[in-house]
């Protein structure tokens, strides 16, 4: 009997040595199969917009949502890192509220903003490997966002408004990129990641900057 258990955990430790070897490393320095690969992305954002507190008294920015849609290029010099350039479309919304005390009188001003825009992100992608059917990517770099419609629609001193959403703010924006995300059985992909704009979004003199959170899901070719 004791014999019997002993040859059965021989066995059982043999087996499990032989797939680990044959298991991809956690850190895998070797060379890729495919030097290129495309990937397909589409998701949901809670996207803001932040505004200096400059000549105003109340100033509120809520988060608001939209969607992501795009293609990404795995450029693979080892597996466990590659660049990832990305083309995206992508919508974004904002609610605010300020009051503004430059005026003689102080001036209550709400809406809601929408805006489209193309999106390139284009980030180093580090890989690693924590079992066999899994592959977690951690992301970081910039992106360049390229400004195409949008709406900005409220009340200002209790007069109604419709304006264009590039009217008074900047149509390019360049910021950073950064996030995770994990592949399963090499095509099935969920990330999630923020992003934040360095360019002032105002043509005049308040500051502010875009930023987001992306949600995606995707299939890898």
Not at 189 to 205: A, R
């Amino acid at each position: 009997m004791i014999s019997f258990i002993a040859g059965l955990y021989l066995t059982s430790l043999l087996a499990i040595c032989a797939n680990s070897a044959d298991a991809k490393d956690f850190f895998d320095t070797s060379s890729p199969d495919k030097t290129f690969s495309l990937g397909a992305r589409i998701g949901l954002n809670c996207s803001n917009q932040t505004h200096n507190k400059d000549f105003t008294k109340l100033n509120l920015d809520k988060w608001g949502t939209g969607f992501d849609a795009g293609v990404i290029c795995d450029i693979n010099f080892k597996n466990f890192i590659s660049v990832q350039p990305g083309f995206f479309f992508e919508s974004r919304s904002h609610d605010y509220a300020y009051i503004y005390n430059y005026l003689p009188t102080e001036n209550l001003e709400y809406g809601h903003t929408r805006f489209y825009s193309f999106t390139v992100p284009v980030l180093a992608s580090l890989k690693l490997y924590p079992a066999d059917f899994i592959r977690w990517s951690i992301d970081l770099g910039p992106y360049f966002q390229f400004g195409i419609s949008g709406s900005d629609k409220g009340v200002s001193n209790s007069i109604d408004f419709k304006d264009g959403y590039f009217d008074n703010r900047k149509k390019f924006d360049v910021g950073l990129k950064l996030g995770t995300g994990v592949t399963l059985f090499d095509h099935y992909y969920l990330g999630i990641h923020y992003s934040t704009g360095f360019n002032n979004v105002y043509k005049d003199l308040y500051g502010g900057h875009h930023k987001a959170w992306t949600m995606t899901i995707g299939y890898d070719f």
